[in-house]
């Protein structure tokens, strides 16, 4: 993330923050993964995470208890 951060490297560092935030949640760190993954979810990049992506992949089972991360991945319900 220091190499490429995103701010820098519109394309390259978001994915460097994806994949940290998904070391983070294999790591159970809700406080290093949540602001990642929320930064994430307001930009656009190549494989993008997303609300749906959060609620189905298991990589993030151990943040699904964290009130953080059920904000996260309400979405409205489609119309």
């Not at 993008?48 to 996260?72: E, G, S, V």
Request: aromatic share 6%.
């Amino acid at each position: 993330m220091a190499i490429h951060p995103t701010s820098k490297d519109p394309f390259g560092g978001p994915e460097e923050d994806d994949r940290m935030a998904r070391i983070y949640a294999l790591l159970g760190d809700a406080d290093h993964a949540i602001p990642i993954l929320k930064r994430l979810l307001q930009i656009p990049y190549g494989d993008a995470i997303t609300p749906a992506l959060l609620r189905l992949d298991p990589m993030f089972d151990p943040l699904r208890n964290d009130p953080r991360f059920q904000k996260l991945v309400a979405s409205p319900t489609p119309k």
